[in-house]
Each structure stands twice: as structure tokens, then as C-alpha cells.
């Protein structure tokens, strides 16, 4: 192993480099306008795959981006590890709030990188991360130090779904074989606790609109005899969550998991900081569920969040208009046993159960997702673990995360092995968000992790 | 008056084409990328007067869109009658709602309108109502039949609140020194029940953000243990009006004028058929304040419209993301004796008491107006309603409608003269809306109309 580190020294600046170019491609998977980028982003992923020596490098069309697939065989008797990535982004708006364009990436420190991060859109989610895998296989491959085979994964759709991956998999079992899945897309706990994601919540993701009036009207002349849309969708919206931070969808708790007091005292053994928390996201006062945790409430609590929401003259100045619609786009995190069809259904009947008699109302499915967990006493949550041990040099904890990567699950019903979700994000990377960044020493303590997962795993 | 009328017949089809020119223009005041065409639209305005003999005609800047201006003094010792009007429209928004672009004027028959209407942006409002009288006056003048002296003021503003027409009126008493002022720019009942308009509602608009995180945030990362402004925003909104249609402001209706059980009998003279309010809208239901009716919601109560909501993302496909921010603009309809600085401070106050600890809250006021109500005892309205009984041939009502024109009651105040609301549009006209249109029939009656009051005002 000390051969690998070197090599990781030896070629930091170049590795930075190389991870930069990438970003550079603005691989909008979400935007139509952006094809060409992502198809672009496609083909530079393969090649840095055939540059590093994997045996077979192709990139497979789908009916919406491609995905890439490597294959490297050393001995078809030794144990295969699958990796997952992805090489489409975010949309990166609301572009004014962009330190720098995000798809012209430079390195600047911040509170929480002081040796540095590098900024720009899908630096940690997940070009950053994907690409650790592809570095350390150079390493690996460099120091003629592979332990067992590799198959590389890396989509271009995760961003909107992973619309066609799932089609993908069950046409090709025999291809995507393999005895590990691991994936690089979550985040640790902090620097000071390092941690391996043990679950993921699932997701339901709905668009909503309401009907007033056949057609926008001056709130003048109609103001105080017709429904407002947007007035009738603010209540309903309104009325999806108590009081109590409990959402209020008949039935929605059904068939949550609920966890024992020893899990729940288990989860809760990360020190959680709530004024860190808040300072973190610049954020006046938690709120969430009654009883439960702030770790709990992201981990292992269904939630219901409003991702946007429309209707109206938004434009500058004012305009005196009672809109004919209003829309909103809702999401839903999803525990262990809820499942998409069941959420996605019962909220489609109770918002329109809530609907008032006046208006018409629409829900249109987005995608959706299942929850995941890992059980922390698995050969795979272990290697993880003890991988990441060695690199990081401190004890590393399990940590159920509330973000979703929908395809866990769908990997282990289709490929029957296990998911290994070793991420080495931070919170504060603003994935998602205005001046995502990855830091630097996360770049390469991830590099460095991979390697010791391979030893680890086939031992 | 019988050469007048042949003049109009015999000119109706100039008469039709030099408002199209007209709305041809695209005198947008709320947004900046369209001020040329305003200061364009100013000039062509001032053509016209002159083209139709008024003996001084001026474009006078302002600090924002100019205002035209012009004087015609066939007698000092006469009355003198001031046309007020306004050249600039409203934002064309939602463009792909408008069966042909918003510019581009075309006639064509409507139900209401078998003999066909102008469709286009500023149609009705106000452009085809304050040509009405450029049309008139030309008709009265090439027949030696003018019985007074007449002012035009056509502002370039009225869409975004005449931000600089008080001034303007303050530092120009002498110059627009008048006995009564003239307005167009509302409409009529309905061509079975003409109507001159006796009251309008005021406006106070106010635009409020409410932030949570300092950041966006993912919202798998972090929902359920933040508060999502869009929820907030939108339970906020919702608790500003009651489940029977009343605003929940404090103090809100403090100085509402009550109307006698005789004057409530009085306006709902006028026969009102919500099947046909309910058509004309493809509404489903009505909705407003307990214990009115439609005519006197519209008319007579105050309300709360949210005109406009934003928030997260809004684009195609899904983003998970908890925004930082959601945004409103939110209007509310004033009746006497209300005033805009007494609402405008009564919501600040209400709206920051009732938003959570969680997040914070900004009140941004737009502009405002007075309400103004003539009463139907006067000369000013008797006239405008024998002058319209005159052109229509039928009963010719009193009627109080929503909307608002908030220099009315400035320039009551100003210029000790009174404003007469004699407007000929329909409410089916979509003004402010998409497929704005105005009668041809409505158009001419119009013209017609105007020389019968110049008459019977100066009897």
C-alpha cells in the first residue's frame, strides 16, 4: 500500500487537473438544451477510463443519455466490485448567487477546507466522487496491486432519476455480475466523525397544479368573488403538515419502520451539534417532527418538503392578476417499508380529498425511489469501515442519511449484492445548491480509501 | 349631432385602422427592455391629437414615461373638459396562452362581440378607450361642433401605479386647470345593462419574501429538520383570509363604509346572473365574503389577492431542493374610507406578528390608490348617464366596480374637479389577460357617446 500513497503524492497536481476538465462540461442532464454537453461528458469519462488501462471501455446509448461501462477482468474467479457513479449535474440555478460561472471550476479555501475546495457545479455530486474510483484504479493498476475485478458504472441520468437505468440492469444481469456494488455519492458526518451511509431514504416526487378561473383575470374587477388559485394551493399545501411537523396524508405512517430505543440510541452516539447545524445552512431555528432528533428527523423519518412552487405575474414590478393556475412541485423522503407506489398514491387522493370544490386539481408523478439500508454487522458495511479507518487514521461511524439514491435498491433486487454507499462529501458542500464544492483532502482521503476497501474486502 | 354620426359611419374604417397602429406598439411600462417603444407609442399619441387639429400638443417627460399633453381652447369662458387616459399596457404574460401575438392586432367576431372586436394587447385597456376620444374630438371639431374647451392627458404610466403623475398634477394646477375630468379606461355592466361607473376600489401592493436557510439546501440532506420557506410562505397565506372569506388582519376593516340596507338594494338593481359570471370565467364555483353577493364583493368589499408566488424550482423535470427563499406579491382592494398607508402598515404588522421565529420576513410595498366613489346625484353622472342613454338607447345604470384607478381620487383632491368613469369596455374583454379585445360596437358607441356628454355637461 505504501507504493499506492506514493503514487497519489506523486500525481496530486494532475489529478486535480484532470477532475477539473471534467466538471468544466456543463452535463445538465435535466435540461433538454444540454444534450450535446452530456453526451460530450460521456465520451470524456470513457476515455479517462481507457486512459487508466480498464479492458473495455464502452458507452452505451440509452433512449435519454448514455451510460458508460468498463470492464476489467484480472482473474474470473476472484471476487468483481461493481462501481456506481454519475457524470450528470444539477441544474445550477439560481445562477446570480454563483460566486463564479459553476462550470468554470477553481480551488479556494473555505471554514471547513482550509487546504482548500474545488468549486463548481457536480465537483462533489458526483463527478468528484466518481472519479476518486477511476484515480485509485490508476494507482491500483500503476503498482500492479488490483486484488480482484472491476466494473465501472457511471450514468448520465442520476440527476432526473436514473430514468433508463433500470431498464439497463435487468437487460443485462449477465454483463453488470458482480459481488459488490460500491458507490461514492453521499457524504461523511464531519472530518472529526467520519462515517459510511448505512441508509438511505426513498422518494416520492410529485408536480401538483390548481384550477380557478378558465383564465387569468384582473384581480380588480374579480377580486373577492372568484377563487385565487394560488390562495386555494397555499392552504393545501399548508394543511399537508401539522402543527406538530407530522404529515397529515391519511395513512402515510403506515408502514414506517420504527426503530427500537437501543437503534435509536445507536444512531444517536454521533455528537450532533445543533448550533453547528444551524450555523452550517445560516438557519434562525431547527424545526421538524416532535420527539425526534434532528439526526433522526433526516434519517429515519418520512418527510414532505415543497421544492417549488408558481403561478402568477412573477415578474419585476406588479401586476394586478388573479392567475388562472398554480402549480407546485412536492417531494416526499421515503423509510424502510413505505414504497413509492403507496406514498405516490396516497397523496394523490388525499390532496384531492382537500381540494376545495371550487378549483381542479392535477398530480403528475415524477420519479420515485426506495429507501436502502445496510446493516452495520455485513462483511460490506465492515470493509467500508475499516477501510476508511486506515485512511482517515479515526474511528468511523454508521450514519443513515436522508438524501435518496433510488437505484440502491433497485441493484440489490436485480444484481442480489449488497450497496456500500462510502461517500466523501461534507454537508457543507452545498451539493445542490449555489457554489458547490469538494474538498481537496476529501478528494484524496477518498482516493487513498478505495484501495483498502479493495484489500479489505478481498481478504 | 345627426352630421356627427354620419361622420363617424363615414370614417369607421380609418377610424379602425388607426387604433390598430396604435396597438402595434408594444408600450410595455412595467418593463425596462421596453421603453423606447413607450417613448415611440408617446410620440405617435402626440401625432394623432395633432393630426385631428388640437391647437397645442406636448410630449412632457417625466422622471419615468412621458405623458402626452394637449390643449384646445375654443373659449375661455367656457367649460373646460379634461380626457385623461393612459397609452401604456400591461405585460403580455403568459405569451403562449395568445392565439396570436399580443402586437399583432386582428378583429374577429366573439360571442359577446358577433360584429366582431379588436384583439390585441392594450385593445381595451386602455389604448381603444382613450382613442375614443381622439376620435370624438375630430368628429365634434371637423363639424364645428365642439361646446367647450378640452385637455387631453394621456400618461404613460398607469400600469405601474402613475409613479410620477401626482407630481406632474401638483407642479401643473393652471395648466390642467378643468371642470370635469373624463375617463374611459373601465367598462360597462353589459350591453343589456349599460352602465356608468360610480365607485372603484383603492389598491395597496406589497411584495413579501420569507427566508429560511442562508442557503439552498438538498432537500433529502436536510428535510424534516428545516423549515422550508415555500411552507411557510404558504401557511401564512393561507391564514390571511378565513374559512368565510374574511381577512384576518387586524384592524383591517376598521374604516370600511358600511352601506344602508337601501343603498346595497340600490346597486343590486342591476340584474346579476352567476350562471353567466361562472361562464364568462369557466369558473366552477364562486368563492368570496360571507354574506355578499357577487356585485357586492366586487364592489363594495375590500379583499386580499395573492397576484403572484414563487419559489424553488420551477423549471421542467425535478430538483430536490429546499430553497432559501419564497417569494409573493400580494394585493389588497380598498374601499372608502380606507387608505393605502393604513393597509399597507396593518399587513407589514400582520404579516411579520404571524410569521414563525424560524424564518425571516420582508414587506416591500409596491404603489398604491385611493378608492373613489361619484355619486349618482350629481350633475358630473347625470350627465355621463343621459349622454349614454342617448348613444345606446337603453337604461343607462349606476355601478360600482373593483378595479382601481388611483389617480381618480388624487385628482379629485389636486384639481377640485370630479372624475366620470364613463368606460365601454366589457368584463369579458380579458384586459390584463391573454386575448385582450375590444367591441368594434363598444368602439363606436364610444365615440358616439362622447359628444352627447360634451353637450349635455355644458347645457
Known amino acids: 500500500m505504501s507504493n499506492i500513497k506514493q503514487y497519489i503524492t506523486d500525481n496530486k497536481e494532475r489529478f486535480i487537473e484532470e477532475l477539473l476538465e471534467i466538471i468544466r462540461i456543463p452535463s445538465i ?27 473495455e471501455v464502452e458507452i452505451l446509448p440509452t433512449e435519454g443519455h448514455p451510460i458508460v461501462f468498463g470492464t476489467h477482468i484480472i482473474d474470473p474467479n476472484l471476487p468483481t466490485i461493481l462501481i456506481y457513479g454519475h457524470y450528470d449535474v444539477q441544474p445550477p440555478d439560481p445562477l446570480n448567487l454563483w460566486l463564479k460561472p459553476p462550470f468554470e471550476p477553481y480551488i479556494a479555501p473555505t471554514e471547513v477546507h482550509p487546504e482548500g475546495a474545488i468549486f463548481g457545479r457536480g465537483s462533489a455530486d458526483d463527478k468528484g466522487q466518481f472519479f476518486m474510483h477511476v484515480k485509485a484504479f490508476e494507482a491500483m493498476k500503476a503498482n500492479n496491486s488490483l486484488t480482484c475485478n472491476v466494473k465501472f458504472l457511471i450514468e448520465g441520468e442520476e440527476e432526473v432519476g436514473s430514468a433508463h437505468l433500470e431498464d439497463f440492469v435487468k437487460n443485462n444481469h449477465d454483463k453488470l455480475k458482480n459481488d459488490v456494488i460500491l458507490i461514492s455519492d453521499t457524504h461523511i458526518y464531519s472530518k472529526e466523525q467520519p462515517s459510511v451511509t448505512t441508509g438511505l431514504r426513498g422518494l416520492s416526487y410529485v408536480e401538483v397544479s390548481v384550477t380557478g378561473p378558465g383564465r387569468d383575470l384582473h384581480s380588480g374587477l374579480y377580486g373577492g368573488a372568484v377563487p385565487n388559485p394560488i390562495h386555494v394551493l397555499s392552504k393545501m399545501i399548508a394543511s399537508l403538515i401539522d402543527d406538530e411537523g407530522h404529515i397529515t396524508i391519511d395513512g402515510f405512517y403506515d408502514n414506517v419502520e420504527e426503530l427500537s430505543p437501543e437503534e435509536r440510541s445507536l444512531m444517536n452516539e454521533l455528537k450532533d451539534d445543533p448550533e453547528n447545524f444551524k450555523n452550517s445552512i445560516s438557519l434562525r431555528e431547527v424545526q421538524g417532527e416532535k420527539g425526534y432528533t434532528t439526526l433522526e428527523r433526516i434519517g429515519i423519518r418520512p418527510t414532505l418538503d415543497c421544492n417549488g412552487i408558481w403561478g402568477g405575474y412573477i415578474g419585476e414590478g406588479a401586476k394586478t392578476v388573479i392567475p388562472s393556475q398554480a402549480f407546485a412541485k412536492i417531494s416526499m423522503r421515503l423509510v424502510p417499508n413505505q414504497t413509492v407506489e403507496e406514498i405516490t398514491e396516497k397523496f394523490t387522493q388525499y390532496f384531492k380529498k382537500i381540494a376545495p370544490n371550487t378549483v381542479h386539481v392535477q398530480v403528475k408523478p415524477h420519479h420515485g425511489g426506495l429507501p436502502y439500508v445496510l446493516k452495520s454487522d455485513t462483511k460490506e458495511f465492515l470493509a467500508a469501515q475499516r477501510a476508511m479507518e486506515k485512511a482517515f487514521g479515526k474511528k468511523v461511524y454508521p450514519y443513515r442519511s436522508g438524501g435518496s439514491i433510488p437505484i440502491t435498491s433497485m441493484f440489490e433486487k436485480e444484481l442480489s449484492s449488497k450497496c456500500v454507499l462510502m461517500g466523501f462529501g461534507m454537508d457543507t458542500d452545498a451539493i445542490h445548491s449555489p457554489n458547490e464544492h469538494f474538498g481537496i483532502s476529501n478528494y484524496f482521503l477518498g482516493i487513498e480509501s478505495i484501495p483498502y476497501f479493495f484489500e479489505e474486502y478481498c481478504k
Not at 30 to 55: H, I, M, T
Open 29 to 55: 442532464s435535466a435540461d433538454p438544451a444540454y444534450k450535446k454537453d452530456v453526451a460530450n461528458c460521456a465520451e470524456v469519462v470513457a476515455e479517462s477510463l481507457r486512459k487508466v488501462g480498464v479492458q
